[in-house]
């Protein structure tokens, strides 16, 4: 007895419903096909669909399907034509899409549909599918079901239009506003004047050609989401850029980039050898990519004001943001359209935003930059996904990504070197400048009447004691640098000597109690054995401090709790502030006070003000109540409040105005910059330089415990915590 397979009418959801994870990409299935059948434009309707019951139609000028296309080919589940011919018929343009099964997710999408189609092979006449997916239920088979094709006469242009009807699922704003952008990314976006126009409306009927060069293909869609996005994207800022990369992929895998500036100006050019460079900057190249050839553009900009007063640019940021919010990030194009989801909203499929967490004035992230991987693919090496998610991760589609990464790579050294090359020396230069400049000012001030030439002489000489000032304060910050730097590479070493050092002392105990009775060893031994292996285990925790306070993560710009920071700062600082005497008391308010801020600016409050209270402490003896230093935070509608007193002996011997300003503090054996740089972190928390005058940081010379008191207002944010460990 023979016997064959059969499919129960489950297996019509499974491949349907279940398939497709958003009603807006079964839309898009549909459109991709009207794209293999040549078509030239695609329409998009939605009638009553913000609710389920819905209707959506979609129309195309392509070549139709003759009856027996429908049978072969359109009702054949699970076997495209594409499998026989990966080129279209008019345009020869690549064949999107493999498996066949996308067309059944769409359809699934209502539980009526309706196509008609005009072939382009029998002009006048047209043919009409019905099905409803309800006359499967009652069936053991989904081929017990029969389906009728039938024909009659038309007057209308070859194409096709398929109605599905009684939607499943309503298409919310969001939906739409989705399926919107998918639409208008499609193809267009990219070209010298963005999306193509519709072809839809002109008279003339192609298909009585030949081969014809392709004209394009364009969607619309009728929908106010659609036309709202529509004339975001159409404006087209690409000449908005501050750079400009462009990387190619050859027939061999060999990589190669430009990099060019907003003047159009070549910055560097590399091939395989620079271009491939492992991520890490280490290790040789691969001799080539397994991926197909491929082209990446990828347009980086500045969003800031100056950038476009720089440029002379007659756009205005806002506009050209709000289109980078809207187009924002690199699209993957294979054979002419986009594929989702590579680009969408959440989608950084290169790791743009990660890269420039760890380098962020050098790097691109997805809502600066707007780019394309555009890729043919002749060889069928990229797999989509039978969810249609994008392509299967194999060896070629994993290679094209790490191209397109280490392209960006390589543009971001370019421009580290390029801007550590313009800042080097640069000082030097404008000194120089400066000099010359200010030689031929003064000649030109002592031709002036002396009543003119008094103000003016006593400008710039106002100037050069600030510009003196400032060249103090640079080199103090370099060496401060070098310090740091210094501390935190030796601090690496120090924790295994220290490491040592205490395992050592341990020994040292264990045979000294062997050897020594217990009135001997506690008469002789045990105290400075104690001191000694508390001093070894000091060292080990303070080797640990500047390489815990420097952790790159910390300077990623977050939204910080200051009582969470505080925490971990008391615990960090906890231990030397018991071997000085100091009585570190926390106070914290219950609430979250959160900020928005980097975990190490808000650490550098704490620790400048808590080491300026230390260093008060030094020569003051004991003190009645102790030497106490106590933080304390509380939270007022918008603001979070920080207050830091101590029991020291006040504020004496300087103004309190003076005490901000660097170099002015009161002990000299300090840099005079602590309190300088709590000054600069709350003005760039609060936006703005007058801190002191509207009162968003204080210092009273005798607060609560009698000594100097701080008191920082800043502005509180409502956002989530986000946390990094790195």
């Not at 750079?243 to 590399?270: M, P, Y």
Request: one cysteine or more; glycine letters at 8%; aromatic letters at 6%.
């Amino acid at each position: 007895m023979s016997v064959h397979l059969r499919f129960a009418p489950e297996i019509l959801a499974r491949l349907g419903e279940e398939l497709i994870p958003h009603p807006d990409l079964g839309v898009m299935e549909l459109v991709r096909n009207s794209y293999d059948a040549d078509a030239t434009w695609c329409e998009v309707t939605l009638v009553n669909a913000k609710r389920a019951g819905g209707t959506l139609v979609v129309s195309d000028d392509g070549h139709g399907m003759t009856p027996e296309e429908i049978a072969g080919g359109f009702l054949h589940i699970g076997r495209s034509s594409k499998t026989e011919s990966h080129t279209t018929q008019h345009y020869s343009r690549r064949k999107v899409g493999e498996k066949g099964l996308g067309r059944l997710a769409s359809l699934r999408l209502g539980r009526e549909i309706e196509v008609v189609t005009r072939p382009s092979a029998t002009p006048g006449i047209a043919h009409r599918l019905t099905i409803d997916w309800a006359a499967y239920d009652n069936v053991d088979s989904v081929d017990e079901v029969q389906l009728e094709v039938k024909t009659f006469v038309t007057s209308e242009a070859p194409g096709t239009t398929v109605i599905i009807k009684r939607l499943r699922e309503s298409f919310e704003s969001d939906g739409v506003r989705r399926l919107a952008r998918s639409l208008l990314l499609l193809s267009g976006v990219f070209s010298a004047h963005g999306p193509m126009q519709s072809s839809k409306r002109r008279n003339v009927t192609r298909w009585e050609l030949d081969k014809e060069p392709d004209p394009g293909f364009s969607v619309t869609m009728d929908a106010p989401e659609y036309e709202t996005l529509a004339r975001a994207v159409s404006q087209g800022y690409f000449d908005e850029y501050e750079f400009k990369l462009t990387a190619v992929l050859d027939e061999e895998g060999r990589a190669s980039a430009t990099l060019v500036d907003w003047r159009g100006v070549v910055i560097a050019t590399g091939d395989h050898s620079d271009v491939a460079t492992p991520r890490s900057g280490k290790g040789t190249p691969p001799v080539a990519f397994s991926a197909p050839p491929s082209k990446f553009e990828l347009w980086m900009f500045l969003r800031d004001v100056e950038s476009f007063k720089r440029r002379n640019s007659s756009r205005k940021l806002p506009e050209v943001a709000q289109w980078l919010d809207v187009v924002g990030g690199v699209h993957l194009f294979h054979r002419g359209l986009r594929t989702h989801p590579y680009g969408d909203p959440g989608h950084d499929w290169l790791d743009l935003n990660l890269g420039r967490n760890r380098d962020p004035q050098q790097r691109p992230s997805t809502n600066n930059s707007v780019g394309r991987v555009a890729v043919e693919d002749p060889d069928n090496k990229l797999v989509p996904k039978t969810d249609r998610m994008g392509f299967q991760e194999n060896l070629a589609f994993s290679d094209l990504r790490d191209f397109a990464q280490r392209a960006v790579d390589w543009s971001a050294r370019v421009r580290k070197s390029k801007w550590e090359d313009d800042r080097t020396g640069d000082a030097a230069v404008v000194r120089k400048e400066r000099k010359n400049d200010r030689s031929e000012a003064e000649k030109v001030i002592r031709s002036l009447p002396a009543s003119v030439a008094a103000p003016l002489r006593k400008a710039f000489e106002t100037n050069d004691r600030l510009i003196a000032a400032l060249e103090r304060d640079r080199l103090l910050y370099r060496a401060l640098a070098t310090v740091g730097i210094s501390t935190a590479v030796f601090a690496h070493e120090s924790l295994n000597t220290a490491g040592g050092l205490g395992a050592d002392l341990e020994l040292l105990e264990h045979y000294a109690q062997l050897l020594l009775d217990e009135t001997a060893f506690a008469e002789n031994i045990e105290e400075p054995l104690d001191r000694a292996q508390r001093s070894a285990a000091s060292i080990h925790s303070f080797a640990k401090l500047p390489l815990r306070m420097l952790r790159r993560g910390k300077r990623k710009l977050v939204t910080v709790d200051v009582n969470e920071v505080c925490v971990d700062f008391a615990e960090m600082f906890g231990g030397y502030l018991k071997d000085w005497q100091i009585d570190l008391q926390v106070d914290l308010c219950p609430e979250p006070a959160t900020v928005r801020s980097t975990v190490a600016d808000i650490e550098s409050l704490y620790a400048n003000l808590v080491i300026n209270a230390a260093r008060a402490f030094g020569g003051t003896g004991d003190l009645p109540g102790g030497r106490v230093v106590r933080i304390r935070t509380a939270v007022t509608g918008e603001v979070v409040r920080i207050d830091v007193a101590d029991s020291g002996p006040g504020i004496s011997g300087i103004e309190i105005d003076k005490i901000w300003e660097p170099g002015e503090g009161s002990d000299e054996d300090g840099t005079g910059l602590g309190l300088t740089i709590v000054k600069d972190i709350v003005a760039d928390l609060h936006g703005k330089k007058r801190v002191l005058a509207d009162g968003h940081l204080a210092a009273i010379a005798h607060g609560e415990l009698g000594g100097a008191q701080f008191t920082i207002n800043l502005p509180r944010h409502m956002q989530q915590i986000e946390r990094d460990d790195a």
